[in-house]
DNA sequence: ACGATTTTTGCACGCGCGTGCAAAAATATG
DNA sequence: CATATTTTTGCACGCGCGTGCAAAAATCGT
């Protein structure tokens, strides 16, 4: 038994030599499902833990062609609530054993680049968070489709290259729209992120359709180009400026949550009005900051973790086809509106 | 020129054979720094182009024991902040042609398990943002030492195996100590998060010191578990229900601004108090929302892109020694304090 | 135009592990 | 105990690219 004193890049084969096995048992032992006897399990990993041995991740794709690796797509940093999309998916994908690339989406023009930048890492997948690609950027994927599988998580597409694994936007935005009207409000106003072809303006559409279906005039609308706070709050407060009493809207029913928060804080300190009794606010997605008792933020809460569970399952799933599919969240209610 | 109907898995040497040229001088296209001539280069590009190749990743990293890849090991989705470090480095990171390998550590006792995780990739660096790691696993990690580099990005250590890129933790709260003590405040309370080594408490006793230093008594202290806005805002709840008028703190000082607008939540909506007439509040980082309408958080900015950048430079530095660096941020005055 | 110098190109070998099959060992069957 | 069956182990080849060196081509000087 030869011993080196560099203990530097540890192979299967130097295990192999330490337990005297060959080095294909060594891999073995590393495997879940393979054959081998529990014995020499014991000795291959006695072995390869006095000598730090950890399988090459690299190597082990290269051969394979599966690197149970995924790039996560994500270009909007300013929403809360990609942090807590990040934390769910990463937590099922880690604890399934799916490592993930984090790819920033610099800019707006940066999703075919950044797409490139995953391909090259060889990911089995491609995950979108974000929502500024459109389908230019999608058939650019799908063209080079280095990466056998595109996901967009909790966005709504029609595209047929692609898997969406999302809330049913029609569904949750007609519980909400129906709420609003239960609730005796008047005269919603809609306030929409930015129009991509990835959002589709589902959401918006739905609501204004509802209503206009139930009380025969369309709800005003207005669209700011970020899910971001700021810019939320600055818009509110030009567009409220202009009203007087009687016409001003009493709720206003936000695309999601991000929206939502810089909504009300724009009421209450730009405007100096009171949340619920002068107007009312409505979000989507339920960040933590929703529950705090500053916002008591009423709005839509998506099951992301079935969702990021049934993500794993899409990824660990053989065939391709017919993968969509969408998920009933549930209103939350609580003293925003 | 032979073609060929399936058009996956394009390697070098079938750009090689489209441009006929051979497979090394294809790849030679694909460096920055190698010695072709334009026309050839444009020659091979343009047949890469044609064929949809892209170099494997996998394999540079096999063959030259260099991933360009850096692991991230988050373990606390509650802290806004978290949010804006991501978006900083990855930013930095990508525009210099690093990638990155998210990890979440699932759980207080996963750190180690994450870091072989994120060894099996072969990373060339790894990188905590989180804080709860301790000696241990420092020192499981440097014995592993499957990644050349240990970073522990925004938080002071003075392990010698990992190189520290943090603000000058002791000189920023000096120098927040000072305001407090210029503004007139009496009664500072000191709010911190779980003490770990790598936090180091290095924050708080600078803090204490200084106010003993400089007015002969020590202020109070509390602490949470974690970094946790909801934390924050029960403990403020709690502790001050105890006090009586006088006794009363008339400033928080928070170790950051998760735990700052927890404070400011919770003064406002549980104890009905004023901030900062009643009680005021100061925080550490300048999160998004410290600068929305509602909180006007006084708090102290780290220079996170500065930071960023120099953590590049680090990883592609070839020494190791001497790497520690700290920063200095800057003030920001707000209404809170 | 010829040799000296510089630039550009080609290549053998290895990085560490997976795959599928065949040989060997262990176990079951009559 | 001999043979059939099952379990366990060993191995040749390939995954796609980097590295360093030597050969070939291009450029320069006079």
């Known amino acids: 038994m030869k011993k080196i004193d560099l203990p530097e890049n540890v192979t299967a084969d130097d295990v192999a030599a330490e337990a005297g096995v060959s080095r294909w048992t060594v891999n073995r032992a590393f495997k879940k499902a393979a054959s081998i006897s529990p014995a020499t399990r014991d000795k291959v990993m006695a072995a390869a833990q006095s000598l730090g041995y950890v399988p090459d991740l690299r190597a082990a794709a290269l051969a394979s062609d599966r690197s149970n690796?995924?790039?996560?797509?994500?270009?909007?940093?300013?929403?809360?609530?990609?942090?807590?999309?990040?934390?769910?998916?990463?937590?099922?994908?880690?604890?399934?054993?799916?490592?993930?690339?984090?790819?920033?989406?610099?800019?707006?023009?940066?999703?075919?680049?950044?797409?490139?930048?995953?391909?090259?890492?060889?990911?089995?997948?491609?995950?979108?968070?974000?929502?500024?690609?459109?389908?230019?950027?999608?058939?650019?994927?799908?063209?080079?489709?280095?990466?056998?599988?595109?996901?967009?998580?909790?966005?709504?597409?029609?595209?047929?290259?692609?898997?969406?694994?999302?809330?049913?936007?029609?569904?949750?935005?007609?519980?909400?729209?129906?709420?609003?009207?239960?609730?005796?409000?008047?005269?919603?106003?809609?306030?929409?992120?930015?129009?991509?072809?990835?959002?589709?303006?589902?959401?918006?559409?739905?609501?204004?359709?509802?209503?206009?279906?139930?009380?025969?005039?369309?709800?005003?609308?207005?669209?700011?180009?970020?899910?971001?706070?700021?810019?939320?709050?600055?818009?509110?407060?030009?567009?409220?400026a202009g009203y007087q009493g009687q016409e001003r809207p009493d709720i206003i029913v936000c695309e999601n949550d991000a929206l939502a928060l810089g909504t009300i804080d724009s009421i209450r300190h730009h405007l100096h009005l009171r949340v619920p009794e002068d107007i009312a606010v409505i979000g989507f997605d339920d960040v933590p900051q929703a529950d705090s008792p500053n916002y008591r933020l009423t709005t839509y809460r998506q099951p992301l973790t079935a969702m990021a569970n049934y993500l794993v399952d899409v990824l660990e799933s053989a065939d391709t086809s017919d993968m969509d599919r969408t998920f009933m969240g549930s209103l939350v209610v609580r003293e925003s509106a």
Chains 1, 2 share one sequence.
Request: aromatic share 6%.
């Open 69 to 240: 690796l995924v790039a996560l797509l994500v270009d909007d940093f300013a929403n809360p609530h990609k942090l807590v999309m990040m934390e769910r998916l990463t937590r099922a994908l880690r604890s399934r054993g799916w490592d993930t690339l984090l790819v920033n989406t610099l800019d707006r023009d940066d999703a075919g680049s950044a797409m490139l930048n995953a391909s090259q890492r060889r990911v089995d997948a491609t995950i979108l968070i974000g929502i500024q690609f459109d389908d230019e950027v999608l058939k650019a994927a799908h063209k080079a489709r280095r990466f056998k599988k595109l996901i967009i998580f909790a966005r709504t597409s029609e595209n047929p290259n692609t898997i969406s694994i999302a809330v049913d936007d029609q569904a949750a935005t007609r519980e909400i729209a129906r709420y609003v009207m239960e609730r005796g409000y008047k005269n919603p106003l809609y306030l929409a992120g930015p129009r991509t072809v990835s959002a589709h303006l589902l959401r918006k559409e739905t609501f204004l359709e509802f209503w206009k279906n139930h009380t025969g005039h369309v709800p005003g609308s207005i669209g700011v180009d970020a899910y971001d706070p700021i810019l939320a709050s600055d818009i509110i407060r030009q567009t409220l």
